[in-house]
């Protein structure tokens, strides 16, 4: 069984499961499947908006299909979630990853 199809199943017994889905959206973007990789990522984060590590893979995706505005507003509300956790790790890679999209 392929890790997309295990995800899958896992998924079938706690389908809100965050890190589950954020595991299955990492294997979409092998994929090159964007598209569902950004519903799933959109979806944790509607859901869990403390899920930190979703918005930096989201706003690496935006960016990569060329949605910029997008993709900073993700790192906006991603930083602004890194620092109410006290994730200073997080708020490093996702401030980091800002600057460089944006200076």
Not at 24 to 52: M, R, V
């Amino acid at each position: 069984m392929d890790r997309i199809e295990k995800i899958k199943e896992l998924l079938a017994a706690n389908p809100t499961d965050s890190f589950l889905c954020h595991a299955l959206a990492l294997e979409y973007i092998k994929l090159g499947n964007d598209t569902d990789a950004k519903k799933l990522f959109e979806s944790i984060l509607e859901n869990e908006p403390g899920y930190i590590g979703s918005y930096y893979h989201l706003a690496k995706l935006l960016e990569r299909i060329g949605e910029t505005e997008a993709a900073i507003k993700v790192y906006e509300k991603g930083m602004e979630e890194a620092k109410k956790a006290g994730d200073d790790h997080s708020l490093s890679e996702l401030r980091s990853a800002f600057e460089e999209l944006t200076f």
